[in-house]
């Protein structure tokens, strides 16, 4: 972040954020009654997207899981790829397609799976936070192509074709604690372009980078607390959302933190809020670069000594233990989705009131964890018709049919 950091010190933002609902007139409020659902396999320990291209496959989504232990079969946390057919009525069984994924650069086997992106040509590029890497994964020939090493990347998109092909990836930096631990930090973010035969070139500057995706001539990002229009390879960025503060139902000034974006259509980006935080905690934690640091460092610290890991290993590696992040909450599903008209940008804010998901899972915990979802939402991408909605702690996805967010849109 470097010089740059201090512009995200200041608790008041230097651009005017775009209207956020004021009222439950201005929610778009709808229901899981017609929802239906992937289920994934019960051994799921991680998933925090798919991913999906038309031109390669009109009928599948692609999964990135990481599973749970299994005796005499599986190690823990193996990367194995799975696939789904959306379009169909009714819940759907995601199927394994490829496993387990091995690294040329890592013995591990244990890999964490972020954002993903899959290209006209059948390739699927991964992001691998907990080893700081990015890589390709021919579905074809079920090899991995490439890894490139990237600090804390956490969501990934392909723009181009062929020789020509560019890869962006929101991530993080690496610094020296006192000249000799090198620490991985996601809160210093770090937009990197892979082109192939290059080493990555990276724009600095940012706060965390959740999400990165590209639409017309310019890439959406989001930094938890806001959304940025940014032009690649140049200093331009534009705020797109400001503060993002949900003032609906709740009557709580609270900021959404943006996660993944994907596109909507031809003219639109879509996000989902996976959770929301007070305005003192954005201003604090996410805009005051030095604070997140310090708290991000901290939160290594009791990683480590959850998983008895070497204290070198935990720094470098940025993922956190999801006992900080996994969490059971009764608000709705939130969604933003951002429309360019005419040179600017509309933002349509809806709810999603997860009553039947909750009702489903509400009896025993193994059932829970098989039948609940939450409005824990990392990921949501447009697919025949449907907003498949990936939840990272749930072992199923949510398909919500488009047509009342089209409408809103129309």
């Known amino acids: 972040m470097g010089a740059s950091l201090g512009r995200y010190c200041c608790c008041c933002c230097s651009s005017s954020p775009w209207p956020s609902p004021k009222s439950a007139s201005q929610v778009h409020r709808l229901n899981d009654k017609i929802a239906s659902y992937i289920n994934l396999p019960d051994e799921t320990k991680f998933v925090e997207s798919c991913a999906y291209n038309a031109r390669y496959d009109m009928d599948h989504i692609y999964i990135p899981l990481q599973l749970k232990k299994k ?74 192509l ?162 008895c890991e070497r204290c070198r290993e935990a720094f470098r590696d940025p993922e956190v233990s999801l006992k900080y992040s996994i969490r059971d909450t009764a608000e709705p599903l939130r969604i933003l989705i951002l429309e360019e008209k005419w040179g600017s940008y509309q933002a349509h804010h809806f709810e999603v009131h997860l009553t039947n998901a909750r009702s489903r899972g509400a009896a025993g915990k193994q059932k829970k964890r098989k039948y609940y979802f939450d409005a824990n939402v990392t990921n949501i991408m447009h697919v025949n018709g449907m907003l498949v909605c990936v939840n990272f702690q749930q072992p199923r996805i949510l398909l919500l049919p488009d047509g009342p967010f089209r409408e809103a849109l129309s």
């Not at 959302?241 to 959404?256: F, L, R, S, Y």
Request: charged content about 20%; glycine content about 12%.
């Open 71 to 144: 005796a005499g079969t599986r190690t823990e946390g193996e990367l194995h790829i799975y696939r789904a057919q959306v379009g169909d009525a009714g819940d759907i069984q995601a199927d394994p397609f490829i496993g387990p994924v091995r690294l040329t650069s890592s013995t591990s086997s244990s890999l964490t799976p972020f954002g993903t992106a899959l290209t006209d040509d059948g390739k699927l590029w991964i992001c691998i936070y907990n080893k700081n890497l990015v890589i390709e994964v021919d579905l074809e020939t079920h090899k991995v």
């Open 146 to 307: 490439n890894e490139v090493s990237v600090y804390a990347p956490n969501d990934v998109c392909v723009s181009g074709e062929g020789d020509d092909k560019v890869v962006y990836v929101a991530g993080g930096s690496q610094w020296k604690l006192s000249g000799c631990c090198e620490v991985t930090d996601p809160t210093r973010g770090k937009l990197y372009t892979i082109r192939r035969g290059e080493l990555p070139e990276f724009q600095d500057g940012f706060p965390t980078l959740a999400g990165v995706e590209e639409s017309g001539d310019a890439l959406f990002v989001s930094l938890l607390h806001e959304v940025q229009r940014v032009s690649p390879g140049t200093d331009a960025r534009e705020t797109v959302t400001g503060e993002t503060v949900w003032q609906g139902d709740d009557k709580c000034c609270k900021v959404w933190l943006a996660d993944n974006i994907q596109r909507f259509g031809e003219n639109a980006v879509i996000i989902p809020a996976y959770r929301t935080v007070s305005k003192g905690f954005t201003c604090m934690c996410l805009q005051c670069g030095l604070i997140g640091a310090i708290g991000n460092c901290f939160l290594q610290c009791g990683t480590c000594l959850c998983h």
